[in-house]
């Protein structure tokens, strides 16, 4: 057998190692990249339905990557609605597949409550094939459960975690477990907020406030205040503005501490302050209010 022939006869062997290793690799390990959208109070899109974008606006608009609707009932305590979150998380954030998360207003105080609270347990590996009830079975290759979850990163537009005034005074009068939850003492004490397993939190914070401003401290988007949705830590809210307000301290951008001294929480990071005052709490069923530059910016990054 001369060289050249040598070369071929080893080459061909080098080939079907290669096939045959490719082989013996499970199916479906090709890593998938989702965009979870987590709404906030009140009703929308249908429990279990991923594909159901009714609380946000048109289904068609460009929100991210592969992007999944995970719809609760806007209503009950977070403690109990925590749960159909933590299913589409263990769908769509396990295994080989990773997820951006973009949550709005009580959306936020959910997804914090799972990382602080159960972003170390054991969770199922899945298909990211969900039933009706939005709930995915075991992969069926590789491991069965992994601790917490693949998350690249969270977008907060008109964040709650930190409460709200409207909660505080009664303004919302409805008697829903969630109200109750959002009473800014409550909501702060209920989980530990600096807790995020590393992921990072980027905050869009409102300001275009007005029928009940006199309820909410400092700058806010008639919802929320910015020590709210700008993520500021500590027990209670405060009153915090954009730079040139003379009457309350500032909320700087990202991690700075805010004037005053008072830090955010830890990995939370305002991405926007809504500096001109342009942005409402509002969704307005088409994507509006502060949620809009948060879209825009999930569009772009979340690939």
């Keep these: 057998m001369n ?30 990249n989702y965009t979870l959208w987590v709404n906030g109070r009140g009703a929308g899109g249908a429990i279990g339905n991923y594909q159901d974008f009714a609380y946000w606006g048109p289904g068609e608009v460009n929100a991210g990557v592969n992007k999944r609707a995970v719809n609760w009932d806007g209503a009950g305590s977070i403690a109990e609605q925590s749960g159909t979150v933590r299913n589409a998380m263990d769908c769509f954030c396990t295994g080989s597949n990773w997820c951006y998360i ?29 039933n009706g009830a939005g709930v995915c ?77 006199f309820l909410l401290p400092g700058q806010d988007d008639e919802v929320v205040a910015y020590h709210s949705s700008g993520a ?28 005053g001294g008072t830090p955010k929480w830890s990995f939370h990071y305002v991405a926007l302050r809504d500096d001109g005052e342009r942005y409402t709490h509002y969704l307005q069923n088409n994507w509006q209010g502060i949620t809009a530059p948060m879209r825009a910016d999930v569009e772009a990054t979340a690939l």
């Excluded at 040598?6 to 061909?12: E, V």
């Excluded at 973009?102 to 969900?130: C, E, K, M």
């Excluded at 939850?181 to 939190?201: E, K």
């Design 3 to 32: 060289t050249n022939m040598a070369k071929t006869a080893l080459l061909r062997r080098l080939c079907l190692i290669f096939l045959l290793v490719l082989g013996a690799l499970p199916l479906g390990a090709s890593a998938t």
């Design 102 to 130: 973009a949550a709005y207003s009580a959306g936020d105080p959910i997804v914090g409550y799972n990382l602080a609270n159960f972003g170390s347990s054991q969770r199922p590996v899945t298909d990211a094939a969900p």
């Design 232 to 259: 500021v830590a500590g027990s209670g809210g405060g009153s915090y503005c954009n730079p040139r307000d003379w009457f309350c301290r500032d909320l700087t951008l990202g991690d700075q501490v805010n004037e």
């Design 137 to 213: 079975a075991a992969s069926g290759g590789g491991a069965a459960t992994q601790t917490g979850w693949n998350i690249k990163w969270i977008r907060v537009a008109a964040g709650a975690g930190g409460g709200t005034e409207l909660s505080d005074v009664g303004a919302w009068a409805t008697g829903e477990a969630l109200a109750r939850d959002l009473r800014t003492a409550t909501v702060r004490a209920m989980y530990n907020h600096n807790d995020t397993h590393g992921v990072s939190f980027y905050m869009y914070a409102g300001a275009r406030g007005t029928l009940y401003s």
